[in-house]
């Protein structure tokens, strides 16, 4: 027979420092295996305590709580699987966990028992969690870091912000205090210039985060600024070189501009980030990629946009501007093809083409309508098969080498990754099917211009006088003319989904200080979630992704703020303008 504590004996020892929670997982884990799985349930909750995932992020798969699943997976039926499961809790393992805190000696058994019991007791229970768990818990985090338990110190960090977090939510002054000298000794302990991670948490914990909690003397206020500055002189020394991307050094300065402005000192701000700016800028002197040289002005530009260098800002602007036809230049050009059978488009169009020429009508608006739902569900795949492309940020540009959009890591813009994949979809694998039945609609007249205008009969919110123009629009499409259907159509759908809007009683108009009105943009209409509930979150994300988003086609806004170059106003993009009108035909009633 064996006793828990016998197995973790070589661990659960204040000697053993080289530890941390996946090392007793995995110790626990190799005696489950040598008994072939046959063991008492309390070593599977002992394995589970030590595997459950600290500061989890993931809003989508967590509970809300600070601790989440290790692992999630799909079983064979499509349904998400996760281990350990908050499905495993209980009263009675959270009181296991409980005893087993108050008889570990090792802090980082200690800090993990009264972690899960601090974290979860109330959510199981429906009871109030134990003064004593909360200040035990913070103890034996910060004793991890004072008596260096750790297999990397980077680990320490976020047990340290956690241990402050729950010491200023219970006003515990002692523990506020042991957690402070716990955070201000670890840095000094363990911080090397060339890794920022270890680095700069005192200064962002005590002085930037929490300035107004009283946390830290005056003293020891101006110790913490003093030892960046004294970083930020090292870094400028050691980066002074041509191959440098001063990054560390910008982050320290970024630090001391924080705390500046906090303290209404524009001079020492500005002084900070002017030294890091100038000394980006004079590497990029002998920048030779006009890719490269853009974005680091583009980082400068923000940078000093962030912190009001506004002079500086527009000289960057203008660098931008300068070098970004020569990004543009740079790229290199990626063409394929993609053919589809003509027997599988005429399959396609004698579905769409069946009823009468309003169904028909209908059917088209209804077929290429994105579901962004299905479009999410397969970028998370794809990101488990694939995960470099989610993880490295992509900038969009334009003709002129400016950056219009930006598609950030997966897990801060999975908007992003979304959207730009549905508008890939569309104009890839989509467009042939839409440009075919819009052809076959003209020449097998399946339907006519005149059944597009009857089909807007009655119609709420397009007037008889705006179908005039919506006539005038049709017919240059018809005869080809692209750019003049854009240039007509495109206000009218604009108008359209305004007065959709205020029909159903939003506000479509926002006010200036002396009382004089301007009406909304056609993108905080769509998102209005007036807007969303009338016609479905997968038509306003169409229109947006359409319209009004640099991530898809954004036709509305080149358009109309004179972006567009002349070959842009083709034949599929006309389409799409096109099949918006048709979607607008099936707003009928309210």
């Not at 993990?112 to 200040?135: A, Q």
């Not at 979630?529 to 036709?555: A, C, K, M, P, S």
Request: aromatic share 10%; net charge neutral.
């Amino acid at each position: 027979m064996y006793s828990i504590q016998a197995i973790l004996e070589p661990i659960d020892v204040l000697s053993c420092t080289r530890l941390d929670e996946r090392g007793v997982a995995k110790h626990i884990d190799n005696f489950i295996q040598s008994c072939d799985g046959h063991v008492d349930e309390t070593l599977h909750w002992e394995k589970a305590a030590f595997e459950f995932h600290p500061n989890y992020k993931n809003k989508e798969t967590g509970w809300g709580t600070y601790h989440g699943p290790m692992y999630i997976w799909p079983n064979e039926k499509g349904q998400s699987m996760e281990c350990p499961s908050i499905q495993m809790l209980s009263e009675t393992i959270l009181d296991y966990y409980h005893s087993r805190a108050v008889q570990a000696q090792n802090p980082i058994l200690t800090a993990r028992y009264y972690g899960l019991v601090y974290d979860f007791y109330h959510r199981i229970t429906n009871k109030r969690t134990p003064y004593d768990i909360k200040t035990n818990y913070v103890k034996a985090l910060v004793e991890t870091a004072n008596g260096a338990y750790y297999t990397s110190p980077i680990y320490v960090v976020e047990k340290l912000r956690r241990a402050l977090e729950i010491a200023l939510s219970i006003s515990n002054r002692e523990l506020i205090n042991l957690t402070k000298d716990g955070i201000i000794s670890f840095e000094n302990k363990t911080a090397e210039d060339k890794f920022p991670g270890l680095w700069g948490y005192s200064f962002d914990l005590l002085v930037l985060q929490n300035r107004n909690k009283s946390i830290l003397e005056d003293l020891e206020e101006q110790q913490i600024v003093q030892t960046m500055k004294d970083r930020l002189k090292r870094l400028l020394l050691c980066e002074n070189d041509k191959s440098s991307s001063f990054r560390n050094s910008e982050f320290a300065a970024t630090y001391l501009a924080k705390h500046f402005r906090s303290k209404s000192d524009h001079k020492s701000k500005i002084k900070h980030i002017e030294e890091i700016t100038d000394r980006i800028e004079s590497r990029m002197l002998d920048e030779t990629s006009g890719s490269k040289a853009v974005a680091e002005y583009e980082r400068l530009h923000k940078l000093c946009t962030e912190f009001g260098l506004n002079d500086r800002a527009k000289r960057y602007l203008i660098k931008i501007r300068e070098l970004g036809r020569k990004a543009h230049d740079e790229m290199s050009v990626f063409r394929f093809e993609h053919s589809i059978s003509n027997e599988k488009l005429e399959a396609f169009a004698s579905i769409i083409f069946k009823g009468r020429p309003v169904d028909k009508i209908l059917k088209i608006a209804h077929s290429f309508i994105p579901d962004l739902g299905a479009i999410e569900q397969y970028v998370k795949d794809d990101f488990k098969a694939n995960p470099v492309r989610y993880i490295v940020t992509q900038r969009l540009m334009d003709r002129q080498g400016r950056t219009m959009a930006v598609i950030g890591p997966i897990e801060t813009d999975l908007e992003g990754h979304i959207f730009y994949y549905a508008f890939r979809v569309l104009k890839i694998n989509v467009a042939p099917y839409l440009s075919y039945v819009l052809h076959k609609a003209k020449t097998d007249m399946e339907f006519e211009k005149s059944d597009i205008l009857k089909a807007f009969e009655g119609s709420p919110v397009v007037s008889p006088a705006r179908l005039k123009i919506i006539e005038a629009g049709l017919d240059a499409y018809f005869d080809q003319n692209y750019l003049v259907a854009i240039h007509l159509l495109i206000p009218q759908i604009e108008e359209a989904l305004r007065n959709t809007l205020e029909i159903h009683g939003g506000v479509i108009l926002n006010y200036r200080e002396d009382g004089s009105s301007y009406v909304k943009t056609l993108d905080s209409i769509l998102r209005d979630e007036i807007t969303v509930r009338v016609l479905g979150e997968h038509v306003t994300n169409y229109f947006r992704l359409l319209l009004t988003d640099q991530r898809g086609w954004n036709l509305r806004n080149d358009v109309c703020h004179g972006l567009s170059e002349p070959e842009s106003f083709t034949n599929m993009a006309t389409d799409r303008v096109i099949h918006a009108i048709l979607c607008l035909t099936n707003i009928k009633t309210f």
